[in-house]
């Protein structure tokens, strides 16, 4: 079973600080990644897309590595807000198909303290 | 307003009454598709249509149903439910389906938490 990986947490940080978030993919065939963040009983929202060069939207950037299959989210300067659960995404394909299906992460916690 | 709509929102129910838990999305996408939420195991996809009168299973689609009979609409039909599938479940759709390298964007419904005695 192809899985997506990630560290469960809970990520109690203050606010203000720096705080990463690894993920790891084991399907090689994987093309596109996301991150996508999921308040507490609420449905998940796309944070971010990640692209191969490495991107960056405000406080929140995002590297992938295709060489050693794995993600990462850094969130600078942490607010009371970004608590929530992030939730790494693969869009996962078998060899030689076209159509993929989006494989979710578990997710990883962020408290956020004052 | 774009938007996913699923209800009934909460829903408690008793082993073997069946049930239908609708999905609407008002942005013509083409891709829809049903998850369920479970605390430990985090998103497993139930079902997923690529279009209409298109469906394929997912990863869990074991006491489940699914149509897509329009566009907009895609139930999530449980013929006889049991307490395993106690959990929460999303409905999502996106633009098209997820070819190779694509960033589409998947939308998702509020949730529908539903619980079975």
């Known amino acids: 079973r192809k899985e997506v990986e990630q560290d469960p947490g809970p990520f109690n940080v203050p606010e203000g600080a720096t705080v990463a978030f690894n993920c790891t993919y084991s399907?090689?065939?994987?093309?596109?990644f996301f991150w996508y963040r999921q308040d507490c009983r609420k449905e998940p929202k796309l944070l971010m897309s990640v692209y191969s060069s490495g991107n960056e939207d405000g406080r929140f950037t995002a590297q992938l590595n295709r060489a050693s299959q794995y993600i990462s989210l850094l969130i600078r300067d942490s607010k009371l807000s970004d608590s929530a659960t992030y939730l790494c995404?693969?869009?996962?394909?078998?060899?030689?198909?076209?159509?993929?299906?989006?494989?979710f992460g578990k997710g990883t916690k962020l408290s956020v303290k004052p | 307003e774009a938007q996913v709509t699923q209800n009934p929102r909460y829903l408690i129910t008793v082993t073997g009454k069946k049930l239908t838990v609708t999905c609407s999305q008002n942005?013509?996408?083409?891709?829809m598709s049903w998850y369920r939420q479970d605390p430990g195991l985090g998103l497993r996809q139930i079902y997923y249509s690529m279009n209409v009168e298109v469906t394929d299973k997912g990863d869990v689609p074991e006491g489940y149903k699914v149509s897509r009979k329009e566009k907009r609409n895609f139930p999530l039909i449980l013929e006889s439910p049991s307490p395993n599938q106690t959990s929460l479940y999303f409905c999502?759709?996106?633009?098209?389906?997820?070819?190779?390298?694509?960033?589409?964007?998947?939308?998702f419904g509020p949730g529908t938490r539903l619980t079975v005695l």
């Open positions: 399907n090689s065939a994987s093309q596109s």
């Open positions: 995404v693969v869009n996962e394909y078998h060899y030689g198909g076209s159509q993929g299906n989006l494989i």
């Open positions: 942005m013509n996408h083409e891709y």
């Open positions: 999502a759709s996106s633009l098209t389906r997820l070819l190779k390298g694509s960033y589409n964007e998947q939308f």
